[in-house]
């Protein structure tokens, strides 16, 4: 029987499921409180390229569209507070719920990874999502 199986296959396999876990709980929490917060204050949470030429203002734009957004309704730029919402609550989990670390350290790690993931949405080549049929 596979489930009574001791064989090292089987044991590092739940030694991984037991630490993707954690991870899969923290996004989950961030996620559900991110765009709960950005629905209630009409919020777009999808990144918007620059329109505007040159690296020093496209990195800009990438850098601060981490933590400014735009309303769904007026199109004026506003503080993103779903997502330091979701970020503050995806950190006070870990250190609450896990004891996992330091909950400020899981938040400011987790907006530097957005800024870093804005830039490279923002430099990376486009992807035709729909490219032209060929006859």
Do not use: C
Not at 52 to 62: E, F, S
Not at 109 to 121: C, D, F, K, Y
């Amino acid at each position: 029987m596979a489930i009574a199986s001791t064989n090292s296959t089987w044991k590092r396999g739940s030694i991984a499921v037991s630490t993707f876990h954690p991870a899969f709980a923290t996004n989950a929490v961030k996620t559900t409180v991110e765009h709960t917060v950005a629905a209630r204050l009409h919020e777009d949470l999808n990144y918007h390229r620059s329109t505007k030429q040159g690296v020093a203002p496209r990195l800009a734009h990438a850098l601060t569209s981490t933590v400014v957004t735009r309303d769904t309704k007026t199109g004026k730029r506003t503080p993103a507070a779903g997502r330091l919402a979701g970020h503050a609550a995806a950190g006070a989990f870990t250190q609450g719920a896990l004891a996992a670390g330091s909950g400020a350290s899981t938040a400011g790690i987790g907006l530097a990874a957005e800024a870093g993931a804005n830039v490279v949405r923002e430099f990376a080549p486009h992807r035709n999502r729909h490219p032209p049929k060929k006859k």
